[in-house]
């Protein structure tokens, strides 16, 4: 049986990965970051259950990386793909990550020893946290192999770092490799998933959220970040400048998202987090007064109203229908004030907050367009991968083949892209069955 | 009802309105008035027809247009407010005009037929043309000087420094007698007949004249005659004195004296939002000037606290001063775009019954004058 190719080490690339492996499936998992795990990885808790997200996630990941079935080409991307359902031949550009993964354990000594060290910001905690030019881009990173940051690497930008090369002086392996370069494989599969999931919307054009310019405005991934123990303030709320946790804070939905002038589309799923992320606050402050601010509550899932019940009634969740107009702060105690309109009375009224949580807008990956492009495949009018049909074939792109799975075929949770990658699995080996027996038949 | 009869709700598109009152909480006058474009756009939707024209709120907007840029539907708010007060002034309702109407019965009378007026006198010793290709329009800034005396607003000198700025690069453009008010705020205060007369009659000047490109040094007159006017059938290019000026720096045509005095900029509603300008204006500064900006800056900007000349009040002095002192938190100096931000500025400065104005040492300037000042440094 001919191998399958999945694009995007998410949950929903690693749940198709894994679905595939278990039936036999030769899996190529390729993954453009130097790890899987994908937003899944980045949240604290999930809901309506409140469990812990990377503690569902990390033992898929450590399955993904283990499995005789599959294999991760990770800091890789599809260049081009050609031939049809069946039989394709795929391009993957494997960038170097100048560490040599069958040496490398993980160990951390070259980070401890890089003079970048606490110098760049880390894009799994948004620039939160800072790291070195070689560094593990999470804790539970899969694989576990550091990764050298080509643009900002002092030796391989300039060809010099200091008077010696610490992070190789650092590591008793012997896993760095300066001169590791970029690969290309060419794979045979017969089929292709794409799983490539979601960006966040940059707020910072919404002038009126101060997003960038006041301190204590953070976008919901950041608060991921902060809320979560093994983040960079090991899970406290800190209020800038003090340092104290919050005694309020407000939650503003659908900052981008319907929005006919930049996503128009609902995300569908930061109603729910909104309410579990203020859950979480209450669950850590007891006394701290939650807002959040929505246009409409979108609890659609098996539990999720009674979630939201349980947010209003046993936590004291407060909901208040309207999108803020502004947020401003007092430039001496960088606390701030958000300005809506109440619903009740029609007029402008005031809240202060001592920490603003934006929902911003999930839209589709940046590469989307230029995905398409390699794949040959169609987009809809929202930049989102295109299914011949959202009836009846809600898996199948616009090429035979190729599948979709997850946030970047249209927005949805967690559940539903773990239910919708196995589907794409499914429909995959339908293409390798059909190949297999048709040779058979030869 | 008619499709006429709900021209503001379908043009403006303000059927899209999903009632999120975001437009409320960052509108500034719902700060301070009782006002809410909210709950207008939902009167207009739910009352079809000339209702909501009768609401007297409707002449609280500053038509400033931050609610448009911040709204997720899209609602095009002050075209419906323009709208809704055409509907109101058809119906013989109209604003308090902050100038006791003399402004507005200015702008009528220039309408009429028979006119003489002597609005060329501030020429004297600048170079302008009778006809030719490039004009400068000039608009209401002859009048302000009378009309806002005691303010002293010095308004012609941004005329006169208009000139001088295309003189130095060689520019010699038409400064027509039988020029008109552009009709801004007529149409801004409902009056679209008396605009309309107003317009054609510019219109009509300029092709007499054969004028292809308009330059001002007002940003009303730029939006009225770069989009308004357009809509009547105008096709002539119109340009802001600021944006000229920007091109001029760039081919080196204009010798400036670069100062490091820090100045930032108020971005006028009518060039900044209604327009798009932000860049050119900021590029002339840059270069004559050290250019700071204020918390709210570009299409964040804060009005100037009036709107047309209508309700001007407690309320829009306390804009005023709110910008006022945001100015002076970064600079010594603030440049105005408009002749009107300026007026306006002036006027809040000047208020003896502002006590805070006092503390606030600031001067107000407009960019035409600003960089003609540094053309005369240039030349020593």
Same mark, same amino acid.
């Given at each position: 049986m001919k191998d399958v190719l999945v694009i995007g080490g998410g949950v929903a690339g690693i749940q198709a990965a894994l679905d595939l492996a278990e039936k036999g499936v030769k899996v190529h998992l390729v993954e453009r970051t130097p790890s899987i795990g994908g937003r899944m990885a980045q949240l604290d808790k999930t809901f309506p259950t409140m469990d812990c997200s990377i503690c569902i996630l990390a033992p898929k990941m450590a399955d993904c990386a283990d499995h005789p079935n599959i294999r991760l080409h990770t800091c890789s991307e599809v260049t081009a793909l050609e031939g049809g359902a069946g039989k394709f031949r795929a391009t993957v550009l494997k960038?170097?990550?100048?560490?040599?993964?069958?040496?490398?354990?993980? *160990?951390?000594?070259?980070?401890?020893?890089?003079?970048?060290?606490?110098?760049?910001?880390?894009?799994?905690?948004?620039?939160?946290?800072?790291?070195?030019?070689? @560094?593990?881009?999470?804790?539970?990173?899969?694989?576990?192999? #550091?990764?050298?940051?080509?643009?900002? *690497? %002092?030796? %391989?930008?300039?060809?010099k770092c200091g008077d010696k090369q610490l992070c190789k002086e650092a590591c008793e392996r012997g896993a760095i490799d300066f001169d590791q370069k970029d690969e290309t494989l060419e794979l045979d599969v017969g089929a292709v998933i794409v799983a490539t999931g979601f960006d966040l919307l940059d707020p910072s054009a919404m002038f009126e959220y101060g997003y960038g310019r006041l301190a204590n405005v953070r976008t919901a991934m950041e608060y991921e970040r902060l809320i979560c123990a093994s983040g960079p303030t090991g899970g406290h709320l800190e209020v800038e400048p003090t340092k104290e946790h919050p005694r309020s804070m407000a939650f503003i939905q659908c900052v981008g998202a319907r929005d006919l002038r930049r996503s128009p589309f609902c995300c569908s799923v930061c109603c729910m987090y909104a309410t579990k992320e203020a859950?979480?606050?209450?669950?850590? @402050?007891?006394?701290?007064?939650?807002?959040?601010?929505?246009?409409?509550?979108? /609890?659609l899932g098996k539990g999720f109203e009674e979630f939201v019940e349980r947010a209003r009634t046993e936590y004291g969740v407060r909901y208040v229908r309207a999108r803020p107009g502004q947020v401003t702060e007092d430039p001496r105690t960088k606390r701030l004030t958000v300005w809506y309109e109440d619903p009740a009375t029609g007029r402008v009224t005031t809240m202060e907050a001592d920490i603003v949580v934006l929902a911003t807008a999930l839209v589709p990956n940046a590469?989307?367009?230029?995905? /398409?492009?390699? %794949?040959?495949?169609?987009?809809?009018?929202?930049?989102?991968?295109?299914?011949?049909?959202?009836? #009846?074939?809600?898996?199948?792109?616009?090429?035979?083949g190729v599948f979709l799975a997850g946030y970047c075929e249209t927005p949805k949770d967690i559940p539903e892209s773990v239910a919708q990658a196995s589907g794409a699995a499914a429909k995959a080996y339908e293409v390798l069955a059909r190949e297999k027996g048709g040779a058979a038949n030869a | 009802?008619?499709?006429? !009869?709900?021209?503001?709700?379908?043009?403006? !598109?303000?059927?899209?309105?999903?009632?999120?009152?975001?437009?409320?909480?960052?509108?500034?006058?719902?700060?301070?008035?009782?006002?809410?474009?909210?709950?207008?756009?939902?009167?207009?939707?739910?009352?079809?027809?000339?209702?909501?024209?009768?609401? &007297?709120?409707?002449?609280?907007?500053?038509?400033?247009?931050?609610?448009?840029?911040?709204?997720?539907?899209?609602?095009?708010?002050?075209?419906?407010?323009?709208?809704?007060?055409?509907?109101?002034?058809? $119906?013989?309702?109209?604003?308090?005009?902050?100038?006791?109407?003399?402004?507005?019965?200015l702008a009528r009378l220039m309408a009429a037929d028979s006119l003489s007026q002597n609005r060329n006198f501030w020429t004297e010793g600048l170079d302008v043309a009778r006809d030719g290709e490039v004009m400068y329009f000039v608009g209401c800034l002859p009048y302000f000087d009378t009309v806002f005396d005691e303010l002293k607003p010095d308004t012609l000198d941004i005329a006169r420094s208009t000139v001088r700025i295309l003189n130095a690069a060689g520019i010699r453009p038409v400064v027509s007698p039988a020029e008109r008010c552009c009709g801004h705020d007529l149409l801004w205060s409902g009056n679209a007949d008396a605009y309309r007369a107003l317009a054609r009659r510019n219109m009509n000047e300029m092709k007499r004249l054969g004028?292809?490109?308009?330059?001002?040094?007002? $940003?009303?007159?730029?939006?009225?005659?770069?989009?308004?006017?357009?809509?009547? &059938?105008?096709?002539?290019?119109?340009?802001?004195?600021?944006?000229?000026?920007?091109?001029?720096l760039e081919q080196g045509k204009l010798r400036v004296a670069a100062s490091d005095r820090k100045v930032t900029l108020q971005d006028a509603c009518r060039l900044g939002r209604h327009s798009g300008v932000y860049e050119q204006p900021r590029d002339v500064i840059r270069k004559i000037a050290q250019l700071v900006e204020?918390?709210?800056?570009?299409?964040?900007?804060?009005c100037c606290g009036v709107g047309a000349f209508l309700t001007c009040?407690?309320?829009?002095? !306390?804009?005023?001063?709110?910008r006022l002192t945001e100015a002076c938190g970064v600079a010594g100096t603030l440049v105005t775009e408009c002749p009107k931000c300026q007026i306006h500025f002036k006027c809040a400065l000047k208020d003896k019954a502002l006590p805070d104005t006092k503390s606030l040492d600031l001067e107000v300037i407009d960019i035409a004058s600003l960089l003609a000042r540094s053309l005369e440094a240039g030349k020593r």
């Open positions: 960038h170097a990550r100048h560490v040599d993964a069958s040496k490398c354990t993980g *160990c951390g000594k070259c980070t401890e020893a890089c003079r970048m060290k606490g110098r760049i910001p880390n894009e799994f905690d948004f620039g939160l946290r800072k790291r070195g030019a070689i @560094y593990l881009p999470f804790l539970q990173a899969v694989p576990r192999v #550091m990764n050298i940051d080509e643009k900002k *690497c %002092l030796f %391989l930008k300039a060809g859950v979480l606050v209450k669950e850590h @402050y007891p006394d701290t007064e939650c807002t959040i601010f929505n246009v409409d509550m979108r /609890a590469g989307t367009a230029a995905l /398409a492009k390699v %794949l040959g495949i169609e987009m809809d009018g929202h930049s989102f991968f295109k299914v011949t049909d959202p009836l #009846m074939s809600p898996v199948e792109s616009t090429r035979p | 009802m008619t499709a006429e !009869k709900d021209a503001p709700v379908e043009s403006t !598109k303000a059927y899209y309105c999903v009632e999120c009152g975001k437009c409320t909480g960052i509108c500034p006058v719902s700060r301070g008035l009782e006002y809410s474009p909210r709950r207008m756009v939902k009167r207009a939707l739910e009352e079809p027809g000339p209702e909501v024209a009768r609401d &007297g709120q409707i002449w609280n907007c500053l038509t400033c247009k931050l609610c448009s840029e911040v709204c997720p539907s899209g609602v095009d708010y002050i075209d419906f407010i323009r709208l809704v007060r055409s509907r109101a002034f058809s $119906a013989g309702l109209s604003g308090s005009c902050s100038q006791g109407g003399q402004l507005n019965t004028v292809k490109k308009v330059i001002t040094s007002c $940003a009303e007159c730029y939006r009225t005659l770069s989009q308004d006017y357009r809509e009547l &059938g105008a096709d002539f290019d119109v340009r802001h004195i600021s944006q000229v000026a920007a091109e001029l204020m918390p709210r800056n570009r299409s964040a900007a804060s009040g407690a309320h829009s002095k !306390k804009i005023q001063l709110e």
